[in-house]
């Protein structure tokens, strides 16, 4: 038996299941990760969340990141606010650095339950997304169905953004996961679907990498504001509307992506690791 502190956290209805594994090593095979993200057989997470200890000078805590299909992501914007909230609680103050395998991220709380974190840099270049050939990622060689064009940008994770004049016409089970797969993209990647609704505002839905539709993409909506405002539409700061609500997001001159949202906790306790991903039966 392996009694594991356990918590069900959500970021805009992006879901998350945090593992506590500071004091004791937790090492999930691809399979297990897919059975507890199973939402009938399991307990159910777009991302799971292992929280380690950090590993660089000044950061609070490591944060290892999967997608519901057992693969590592790099970077998750909506989990990251969770994390900060939790590791402010414990830590009994409003700012803390959150590490993970993209780098050092810097959160503060700025009230209202709302927590501001520093994303990173925004990387544009090819190779950074990363694609599979030379190209301008601001207009990437890519088409399918109604959608075509994509912004590439990689804010610890990879996305591409397609412009579209009405997000909800757009048929994200059938076209996402195409898209995640196609050939140009060879580690996958994130796929946004973005309208622009004023100077300041967009309309984002998205097909995540390894966990298709999710309610939420807190690295999404920085990615989709940057492409935004690299092709002119908007400016470098503005509000991102995603299914389950609203980020703030600002470019800033620096190069850096700055996320502002809220986070929730629904459950805290604690599980019976082998029993949920071995199965009884
Ligand atoms: N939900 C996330 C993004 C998760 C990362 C992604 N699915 C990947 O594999 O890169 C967010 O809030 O950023």
Not at 55 to 61: E, I, K, N, P, Q
Not at 86 to 92: F, N, P, Q, S
Not at 252 to 269: A, D, I
């Amino acid at each position: 038996m392996t009694i594991v502190p356990f918590l069900k956290m959500h970021g805009l209805g992006n879901d998350f299941v945090v593992l506590d594994a500071r004091k004791q090593k937790l090492d999930l095979t691809v399979k297990q990760r897919q059975r507890l993200a199973d939402r009938h057989m399991g307990v159910g997470f777009d991302q799971m969340v292992t929280l380690e200890n950090p590993v660089s000078a000044g950061a609070d805590v490591f944060m290892r990141l999967h997608n519901a299909d057992g693969s590592e992501a790099r970077a998750c914007g909506n989990a990251t606010r969770c994390i900060a909230a939790r590791i402010m609680g414990e830590k009994g103050h409003g700012n803390v650095v959150i590490e993970t395998v993209s780098g050092l991220l810097a959160a503060e709380a700025i009230g209202n339950g709302h927590i501001a974190v520093d994303m990173g840099p925004a990387h544009l270049d090819w190779q950074d997304i990363p694609v599979a050939a030379a190209c301008d990622t601001l207009h990437m060689p890519v088409a399918l169905g109604p959608v075509s064009d994509p912004v590439g940008v990689n804010v610890g994770s990879s996305h591409a953004v397609f412009f579209v004049d009405d997000v909800n016409a757009i048929d994200l089970p059938l076209i996402g996961p195409q898209l995640e797969n196609h050939s140009f993209f060879p580690n996958r990647a994130n796929i946004e679907f973005a309208q622009i609704i004023g100077p300041d505002r967009i309309r984002m839905r998205v097909w995540e990498r390894g966990a298709g539709i999710t309610l939420a993409c807190g690295s999404g909506a920085c990615g989709t504001l940057v492409a935004a405002a690299r092709r002119g539409l908007t400016s470098r700061k503005g509000e991102v509307i995603v299914d389950g609500g609203t980020l703030t997001i600002e470019w800033l001159e620096n190069g850096h992506v700055r996320m502002t949202g809220p986070w929730t906790l629904s459950y805290e306790g604690q599980i019976d690791l082998d029993a949920l991903v071995n199965g009884h039966g």
